[in-house]
């Protein structure tokens, strides 16, 4: 691989709590670029296909819920973990980040797996990337379900500027009880399981780097 990236050990996913589900894996920008990983279950022919995209500093795992329930509809449902994040590879390099090949990443994926009707699920970051795809492809997308994320209009709240800052200086930012702030009664098992992807701190470059990557709608040019 041409960028320098770590892998997570495949151990460190064994077992998580209503995660049963494999990966697959892509490397939708050439063969010398980081691996993705994602879900792909349910008929392949199914008539609607749901892309479900995760922010930041989640991973597939935050659709373990909601998988089932799309499953049990009969659509196909693909869940891919950015890359820098869940069992994708994780980029070492702050540079390497930037929202053009996050997106094209994400872009070639749904190329490469000629996703068609899609029901495209989108929170936080996931929508901040996902709601651009349709501009791409709109033959492919036939739906959206958005959550918890931004059309990226308007002014960036003091909360978020706040929550920038925090999350770019904490070089080692403990994912699973940042996340039971936000839902006390997540159980312990669940909330380690976010946790799972980042072993150390070397792994969390991308966790760091995503906040700086909102801009500044009121500070920006026309």
Request: include cysteine; aromatic fraction near 10%.
């Amino acid at each position: 691989m041409g960028q320098a990236a770590l892998r997570t050990p495949d151990q460190r996913f064994a077992g998580l709590p209503g995660w049963p589900w494999g990966p697959h894996y892509a490397q939708p920008l050439g063969a010398d670029e980081p691996r993705m990983a994602y879900v792909d279950e349910g008929p392949r022919d199914a008539q609607v296909t749901a892309l479900c995209l995760h922010g930041n500093p989640t991973w597939g795992y935050l659709y373990r819920h909601m998988l089932p329930v799309f499953l049990q509809a009969g659509l196909r449902v693909v869940v891919p973990d950015l890359i820098g994040f869940g069992r994708s590879d994780k980029p070492v390099d702050e540079a390497w980040h930037g929202f053009d090949i996050h997106r094209q990443s994400l872009l070639a994926l749904v190329e490469s797996l000629d996703l068609q009707n899609v029901l495209l699920v989108c929170q936080d970051w996931g929508g901040i990337f996902g709601l651009t795809l349709p501009m791409a492809a709109p033959q492919r997308y036939s739906r959206l379900l958005v959550m918890n994320t931004t059309l990226g209009t308007g002014t960036v709240t003091e909360g978020f500027r706040q929550w920038r800052q925090y999350s770019s200086g904490v070089h080692d930012l403990a994912v699973g009880p940042l996340l039971r702030r936000g839902k006390p009664d997540m159980p312990a098992d669940e909330a380690a399981a976010y946790d799972a992807p980042f072993p150390d701190a070397r792994y969390k470059v991308a966790l760091r780097i995503f906040a700086k990557l909102v801009p500044d709608v009121d500070t920006m040019g026309p």
